[in-house]
């Protein structure tokens, strides 16, 4: 059921294929045994996110990621640093999908990963997806950075921010991205900005 045989073996498997085993895992998500098989369940997640792309079959797939995470926030539960590492690079990288639908999809599915992550530790993802050669990519991954640091603060950022991980300017003004994301940039950069200025006072004080 997880695994189903693919009918065009040379294509290999779709992700169309795994919408069977996406509503029985669904089904299964109040479960209290949920947590102890997370790591499984972000590995077959993972396996499917790779496979060959269908847009129903992709858009079930984050559907159920984010049903999936909401399952763990409802628990209370964190995402352990290892489960952060199975799962959470690959969405981020594909998340600048050509398609908005998909975007948008991709969007909420790292939104509902982020409630379950720690700030740091999403802060982290996200700053490592900033050198992703995509652009797409990059403004999706500074979006979700906005995200955190709006809610978690500038401290979620950590001690040392590389300053190489921030997109290059023209590509942030590049048409028809100038005045959203410009404004987007400007905020982390400048939270980074004064999180370095505190940071050396407090220490340059002592």
């Known amino acids: 059921m ?32 949920l947590l102890s ?30 049903a999936l995470f909401q399952a763990v926030a409802q628990t209370g539960a964190t995402l352990h640093e290892a489960e952060v590492g199975i799962l959470l690079p690959h969405l981020l990288e594909r998340s600048g999908h050509k398609n908005e639908r998909h975007r948008q999809a991709y969007s909420a599915a790292v939104a509902a990963a ?18 992703c050669k995509t652009r797409r990519t990059r403004l999706a991954a500074l979006e979700a950075l ?18 190489s991980t921030l997109p290059c300017l023209p590509v942030i003004l590049t048409f028809p991205y100038s005045f959203f994301y ?14 370095a200025c505190i940071y050396l006072s407090i220490h340059l004080s002592i």
């Open 2 to 33: 997880l695994f189903p045989e693919s009918s065009a073996k040379a294509l290999g498997l779709s992700q169309d294929s795994f919408g069977p085993a996406m509503e029985l895992l669904t089904a299964q998500l109040p479960s209290p045994h």
């Open 37 to 66: 098989h997370l790591d499984l369940i972000l590995r077959w997640a993972a396996f499917v996110l790779i496979s060959r792309e269908t847009s129903q079959g992709l858009l079930r797939l984050l559907a159920f990621l984010q």
């Open 114 to 131: 982020a409630q379950v992550t720690s700030p740091q530790r999403m802060a982290q993802v996200l700053l490592g997806a900033l050198d």
């Open 146 to 163: 906005q995200r955190t640091v709006s809610s978690a603060g500038v401290g979620s950022l950590g001690r040392f921010v590389r300053v």
């Open 182 to 195: 410009l404004s987007i940039y400007l905020s982390v950069y400048l939270s980074c900005c004064l999180y």
